[in-house]
């Protein structure tokens, strides 16, 4: 290895040749990212399920506030009529006095009572009209919202049944690719064994990143030339600028 060039370099050693340990650290890399992808695709499940159960129970929401709007507008309604049907015996009592007034004054007073009963007697007919009209209206808001909750629902338990269903294969597919990464772990020397365990800790999958030209996959960073020589020849190099365990892709 070359001497003063400030780069880490990670020497193979004798027990296994350059080029496997390349190859090693390649495979590494991609069981690193099929598990991360792995693991991804199982925690999406539950973040699927959290915002399909949300839309089904916004739905919910709106479809229960429209049946309590329209309860309480039939309540509204149904007062209404009280006071109608109040106001009507009202009216006719004041009909009945009136026949039977003695006075031009008492037949006064009681014609402008019964004539100011019937203005308020039309006007709640009119409110009653509106109210029957505001009752309709909502009762034909009810079915497509209830037919809204209905395949929330389905899309939720489908949703549910589906993941429930791929979580096992998942699983088993995690357990495999970990088993496989334990082994090809093992094909590491000691001394660039203590490094990948060190970097993996940090970065996890991002541990390591290919040679892409004369940069870090990983950060970007352009790489002096003694390091592009050093990494075509077989070697794997620690990037100065991210810390990640480098290989390039076209050795082994």
């Not at 009280?82 to 009592?93: A, F, H, T």
């Not at 008492?106 to 039309?122: F, N, P, R």
Request: proline content about 4%; charged content about 30%.
């Amino acid at each position: 290895m070359p001497g003063g060039s400030g780069d880490s370099f990670l020497p193979l050693g004798p027990p296994m040749p350059l080029a496997v340990s390349v190859d090693a650290i390649r495979s590494i890399h991609r069981m690193h990212r099929q598990l991360e992808d792995l693991r991804g695709r199982i925690a999406a499940g539950p973040r699927a399920i959290d915002a399909s159960s949300k839309e089904h129970d916004a739905a919910a929401l709106r479809l229960q506030g429209i049946q309590e709007e329209v309860k309480k507008a039939r309540l509204a309604g149904d007062q209404k009529q009280l006071q109608l049907r109040s106001m009507e015996v009202r009216i006719r009592d004041g009909e009945t006095k009136l026949n039977a007034a003695k006075t031009n004054r008492e037949y006064q007073l009681l014609g402008e009572q019964i004539a100011a009963d019937k203005a308020a007697k039309s006007v709640l007919e009119d409110e009653i009209l509106e109210t029957l009209e505001r009752v309709d209206q909502l009762k034909a808001a009810v079915p497509p919202v209830e037919a809204e909750v209905r395949a929330a629902s389905k899309a939720l338990d489908d949703l549910r049944q589906r993941v429930a269903g791929e979580r096992g294969s998942l699983d088993a597919e995690v357990a495999r690719v970990s088993a496989d990464l334990q082994s090809a772990e093992k094909e590491l020397p000691t001394d660039l064994l203590d490094s990948y365990r060190r970097v993996v800790k940090s970065k996890g999958a991002d541990a390591m990143a290919v040679l892409e030209g004369v940069s870090c996959g990983g950060c970007c960073q352009q790489l002096p030339p003694n390091t592009v020589a050093e990494l075509t020849t077989g070697r794997v190099v620690s990037c100065r600028s991210c810390g990640r365990l480098l290989y390039a892709s076209g050795t082994g």
